[in-house]
């Protein structure tokens, strides 16, 4: 894992339909609007991608920065839902063993545009999201 200078941003992919309405469902539960957010498509979020060896162009998971520190995959998601409220219970989930959770993660992340869908272009928030991604 490697460091990066801002803190609480989560990387998804822009395009993807499961991944726009993770980002969505975060925003809902987030209510102390701790996170901030970047699509892979954007110059950030590039940047951000090529730092911790995502491919910007075949991503193949998110990833969240907290505490300085990047983790991805199924680490990412239960990182990000273990600081929501009411979502604390996940921090359960980190004693699944890690080959586990992320091989279910991968299997959803190789197929999530044929389940889920493709936008043509980035998912653009409303204003009030707007505010909250970094690009």
Not at 62 to 72: D, L
Not at 97 to 120: M, Q, S, T
Not at 129 to 134: E, G, H
């Amino acid at each position: 894992m490697t460091g990066w200078p801002d803190d609480d941003v989560i990387l998804y992919d822009g395009v993807c339909v499961f991944c726009s309405r993770w980002v969505r469902f975060v925003i809902a539960r987030d209510a102390a609007r701790r996170f901030r957010f970047t699509p892979i498509q954007s110059d950030y979020g590039t940047r951000l991608a090529r730092a911790f060896g995502i491919d910007p162009g075949d991503p193949d998971t998110n990833a969240v920065v907290h505490g300085g520190v990047a983790y991805m995959k199924s680490d990412a998601a239960l990182t990000v839902l273990s600081m929501l409220p009411r979502w604390g219970w996940v921090r359960a989930l980190f004693a699944v063993p890690k080959p586990l959770r992320d091989a279910v993660y991968n299997l959803v992340a190789r197929n999530r545009y044929r389940i889920f869908g493709k936008y043509e272009t980035c998912f653009v928030f409303d204003a009030g999201m707007r505010a909250r991604v970094l690009e």
